[in-house]
């Protein structure tokens, strides 16, 4: 077993475990954000044909001018693909919907007068104007969904334009969330309990739901007996909270055992969160993150997060930009990186970070903004307001910034 190993060496062993899990096909209208399990190429021309941009009229090439009257043609739309337009003639035709041969431009409906059957236009138009042509939008072959992308709304809207309703994704995550501490619970207290209400176990919840994991369910001891965590068809990624650190065997490393699980390493060189493990436990994966909140989420971005964007076939490095820091900070010189919380915003001037209060390990108070982690090297202990620091800002399969809607 390894212990006390660089946090990215964890990474990888943690990665070289994590198989991504298999597809399932679901309905498009519910694909928002989940992830694709294989290509999709454009199977036929959008638009099929040349179709309208707006409600107006078809004019011929000869009558772009805007001189004289133009006879309305009255057409059932079945006919108006295949309708030769003549000099002198106008057909209406609405926005997306194909127009007759032979058109020259369509005018809008607005900037044109009807009266008796016959169209006055007020303006001249350009050849071409207001007319989508065949292919414009999306050839056939292209590339319209590439394996391991977090769907949009314009990846479903075009999806949906070739008449497709089904996708086929990777299947989300199933995670159980197990506190180890004695002293924090789930359930309701009232005040003069001996127990203390855990902020780990919601905070975990919310991450995972945010990565797009499944939170199966968030217990402790207990709740839940070491027959049913053994059993395998429940979750596919087990996170404990707590009892990683003691100066003999830890509550945690010692679960693994009783479990049968296989540790792969013990400890890492981070700062909050440096006292953490994981194992194997069958074919499922077993992270076990500090009790301290900063660490808790120090640690699960920087182990867990990049775990459950593999899982979902995504790329699961962590993404990384240079930002210019809003604010002086004085930090504890330590050997191992540190990892502070931030919030990052980009405008006018670029990336921006502004370093949040309460950053010890037992403080609540710099996750309730972060969307960034700021990697300080061991043994700095400044930070000035204008420098240029390195930021992580999630794994590359995940939106930027930690948020789906940062």
Request: proline fraction near 7%; include cysteine; charge should be neutral.
């Amino acid at each position: 077993m390894l212990t006390n190993i660089d946090y990215k060496t964890a990474q990888d062993i943690l990665l070289q475990q994590a198989i991504p899990l298999a597809a399932e096909e679901i309905p498009l209208v519910k694909a928002f954000g989940r992830i694709t399990s294989h290509d999709l190429r454009v199977p036929f021309p959008v638009p099929p044909c040349p179709q309208s941009a707006t409600d107006g009229f078809a004019l011929h090439p000869a009558d772009l001018n805007a001189s004289g009257s133009l006879r309305l043609v009255s057409l059932k739309f079945s006919d108006i693909p295949h309708y030769q337009l003549q000099k002198g003639e106008t057909v209406p035709v609405s926005t997306g919907f194909p127009v007759p041969q032979g058109t020259g431009a369509v005018i809008p409906h607005e900037k044109v007068e009807i009266q008796e059957g016959y169209l006055l236009a007020r303006y001249s138009m350009k050849p071409g104007s207001n007319i989508k042509l065949t292919g414009e939008d999306f050839k056939p072959g292209e590339t319209l969904l590439e394996p391991g992308k977090r769907l949009t709304a314009g990846m479903i809207a075009a999806t949906a334009a070739f008449g497709i309703n089904k996708l086929s994704v990777y299947r989300k995550p199933r995670v159980g969330i197990l506190n180890l501490s004695p002293y924090h619970t789930s359930k309701v207290i009232n005040r003069n309990s001996h127990l203390l209400p855990d902020s780990n176990g919601p905070l975990l919840a919310s991450l995972l739901t945010r990565d797009g994991a499944e939170v199966e369910w968030v217990a402790d001891l207990s709740d839940k007996s070491l027959d049913e965590l053994n059993t395998p068809q429940e979750i596919n990624l087990l996170l404990t909270i707590g009892g990683t650190y003691a100066k003999g065997k830890s509550e945690a490393r010692s679960l693994l055992e009783e479990l049968g699980a296989t540790v792969l390493f013990w400890g890492t060189s981070i700062q909050p969160g440096g006292h953490n493990g994981a194992g194997v436990l069958g074919s499922r994966l077993v992270i076990c993150l500090s009790g301290n909140p900063a660490a808790c989420a120090v640690g699960y971005e920087l182990l867990a997060a990049p775990v459950i964007s593999r899982l979902q076939g995504m790329d699961p490095a962590l993404s990384r930009i240079l930002a210019t820091c809003l604010n002086d900070v004085s930090i504890t010189g330590r050997n191992s990186p540190r990892f502070l919380r931030g919030r990052a915003s980009c405008g006018f001037n670029g990336w921006e970070v502004e370093i949040l209060p309460g950053q010890k390990a037992s403080m609540i108070r710099s996750l309730m903004n972060y969307n960034s982690l700021i990697e300080i090297p061991g043994g700095k202990t400044h930070i000035a307001a204008g420098e240029q620091i390195e930021i992580i800002v999630g794994a590359r399969g995940q939106s930027p910034c930690f948020s789906r809607y940062c």
